[in-house]
């Protein structure tokens, strides 16, 4: 697959309380044709900021961008070639749901039956098709977001930007419009970055995410690979729900598992691959709620039960290891199925896990 978007070490210094920062800090990335990245991150991390850099509304302070191997750092943005969905998608209200969409290529000095043809493929393939004589008012904010990417895809952009597009639509909406905006985007090939600060949107929606964390890129990988394979504390900690426990790192075997101590028991779990810690390091052992277990594993240490909280299909206990310095319980769901025996606060059990569930990673 040729690459479609190249950025080789994007900063961007902006002033903020009379002190300069960098809001993109050296963020190198190579995406592919016809694939969907998305930028996640908390607030504030740079997303916005270098999404609005590849479209040319914000100028790196030094590094290069370049679309399809030629280097457009300093080409202006209405020539870039490229479409951007905001999250506010202000449509022309005066005008028609057709109007809104035909106006980029009218500006572009198209008309007559081949302009007609393309917007109408365009609202076909939103699932527009029947507005076309409506305005934008008389349309739910759903509907208005799917005019705003018709109104893009029907100019044919090399790539499609899209910030935060569904932040203003209620959550049943959003959910819809995450299927809604990946079908499209795979029906045309077309070559996407999108941001949000929603992991589940992230996770969904996506080939690749790159997790932003003040400026810098954390790791970059499919979602499974994030989820499985979290390079940092705060990818585990961001995507999904993780229990960091603390420990140190003991030994490293042959096929990719270690040993880790946690409150004197020695346990196995898989080394992280991204950016694994070296023997004698302190190391986190990081294990998803789901998959820490009052019996099920190999491995298991001593806790007791400081809360439970009952969640209907589900049970969620949190728990502390004995004597340790944690400063909030970790997290241990387990199913609720009929005739589950209840663990009550106070009493004192083994958490377990097996190797795979758990990986091990820097401190
Ligand atoms: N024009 C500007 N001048 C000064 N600081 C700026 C400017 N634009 C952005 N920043 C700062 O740069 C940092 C990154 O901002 P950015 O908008 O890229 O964040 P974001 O990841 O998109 O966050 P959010 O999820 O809240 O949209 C923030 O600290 C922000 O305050
Ligand atoms: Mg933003």
Known sequence: MSVSLTLKNICRRFIKDNEEFLAVDNVNLEVTQGE????????????????????????????QILIDGVDITNVPANERGLGFVFQNYA???????????????????????TLAQKVREALALVGLSKAEHRYPNQLSGG?????????????????????????NLDAKLRLHMRTE??????????????????????????????????????QIGTPMQLYEDPATA?????????????????????????????????????LGKQNPPTVGESAYLVVRP???????????????????????????????IPGST????????????????????????QAAFTPLAGVIIKR
């Open 91 to 113: 449509l022309f209200p005066h005008m028609t749901i057709f109007d809104n969409v035909a106006y980029g290529l009218k500006i572009r000095g198209e008309s007559g039956e």
């Open 36 to 63: 969907f990245l998305t930028f996640l991150g908390p607030s504030g991390c740079g997303k916005t900021t270098t999404l609005r850099m590849i479209a040319g509304f914000e100028t790196p302070s030094s590094g």
């Open 181 to 218: 905006i990946r079908r499209i985007q795979q029906t045309l090939g077309i070559t996407c970055l999108y941001v949000t600060h929603d992991q589940k949107e992230a996770l969904t929606m996506s080939d690749r995410i790159m997790v932003m964390h003040r400026g810098k890129i954390e």
């Open 143 to 167: 509907e208005q977001q799917r005019v705003a990417l018709a109104r893009v895809l029907v100019l044919r952009p090399k790539l499609l930007l899209m910030d935060e597009p569904l932040s």
């Open 326 to 349: 944690q400063t909030k319980p970790y997290s241990m769901s387990v199913p609720f199925l009929p005739g589950t025996t209840l663990i009550d606060v106070g009493q004192e059990i």
């Open 290 to 320: 789901e998959n820490l277990r009052p019996d099920a594993g190999s491995e298991n240490f001593p806790v007791k039960v400081v809360n439970r909280l009952f969640e209907g299909d589900r049970i969620d206990y949190h728990v502390e």
């Open 234 to 270: 705060f990818v585990a900690d961001f995507i999904g729900q993780a229990n960091l426990i603390e420990g140190k790192l003991e030994s490293i075997e042959s096929d990719g598992f270690g040993f880790i101590s946690v409150s004197g028991r020695k346990l196995r779990a898989r």
